[in-house]
């Protein structure tokens, strides 16, 4: 029941995110069993272009199409990483393709991940992971996509010599439970044995394929958010000590900032952009302004031009040496000020000065977690 409930959840990624998720452009249609590999030309993360007769001299060809962002698709990326590595000597080329046209991705679609879907950000994601196979983008144009019929991310399509499609579907029957079905690799040791696939097709599960159609859909989901409400509210020394505790079951990050303090401001809106992205999780973005208590409504003004919707105070202590004592002794007083609180108060990062945006992603979702069964961290 565990196993069909971790499936069931990850469905849901590909069918009910959103309504406009899963919609395909006109005359889409996926693969079908013996059909010919449609050719490409797309550019990789290593700077190279790459087209279906660059793995001529392939015995099989395994097209794996997958994506930064996608939950299910994290959780399978070392085991695509040992795909390519078991069957390299074999004579089987891996190359995998990132389907989504990352402006078409909500920000709250990116609540388990720290990149998106840009090219760039695949080059940061391939580096980080150490990819040794060809991670090429695709979401531009989307043409790969839409000649293989890629409904989601991970999904993978293998071919025989001839590159006639032999397997299409998943990698394995479980992202994060066990796994009680290899399909890819009885597909590929089937192959390679000259025997018949087993199984030829199998279903998918994970994040449905991010179609240009839907960039309408994230660009009215930011004028939304941008009419949220505003408020700010102040907060004495109690208030700031309670803060530190975190009673709450939410990872707080704090901003220590003020209206005076130009890097402060400058970062705002990678904040909201980043409360935007987890705050559907269990996580709060809070502001702390340092501005006099007669400055309230210029540092209201600041948050509302910022679009900053989250629980915002200006400091009602008494002094500034308290106010560092009631949040965080080890603050030495220069703003800006950033940290995460766990529940139950301990501090997991903490920067002083301006923020690093994608070393602050990452400090967060590795405490939240990439994939649907993850467990904070506390």
Known sequence: MRHFLAIFV????????????????????????????PEFKLPGVDGKEYTLRSFAKARLLLVVFTCNHCPTAQAYESRIAKLHADYLDQGVALVAISPNDPQAVRLDELGYTDLGDSFEDMKLRAKERK????????????QAAQAYGVVATPQVFLFDQDRKLRY????????????????TRNALDALLAGKPVPVEKTRVFGCSTKWSEKREDARKSLEKWDQEKVELASLDE??????????????????????????????????????????????????????????????????REKHVAS?????????????????????DGPIPYTLLIAPGGKIVYRK????????????IVDVLGRTYASRPTK
Request: proline share 5%.
């Open 311 to 331: 629980l915002n105070y200006v400091s009602a202590v008494a002094t500034r040496d308290k106010l560092a004592d009631s949040l965080d002794k080890e603050w």
């Open 131 to 142: 990819f040794a196979f060809p991670y090429l983008y695709d979401g531009d144009k989307q």
């Open 238 to 303: 109690t208030g700031v000590a309670k803060l530190a505790k975190n009673e709450s079951d939410k990872f707080l990050l704090i901003s220590v900032w003020a209206t005076w303090c130009g890097p402060c401001v400058a970062e705002l809106p990678e904040l909201t952009t980043i409360n935007r992205m987890y705050r559907g999780r269990n996580f709060q973005l809070v502001t702390l302004s340092m501005d006099e208590p007669e400055e309230k409504e210029a540092a209201l003004k600041v948050l």
């Open 10 to 37: 990850a469905a849901i990624c590909v069918c009910t995110a959103h309504p406009q998720a899963s919609a395909e452009p006109p005359g889409f249609k996926s693969l079908a069993i013996g059909d010919a590999a």
């Open 352 to 363: 002083s000065g301006p923020i690093d945006a994608l070393a602050l992603r990452r400090a």
């Open 168 to 183: 299409v579907g998943r990698v394995d029957d479980s992202d994060v439970k066990a796994v009680t079905s290899h399909d």
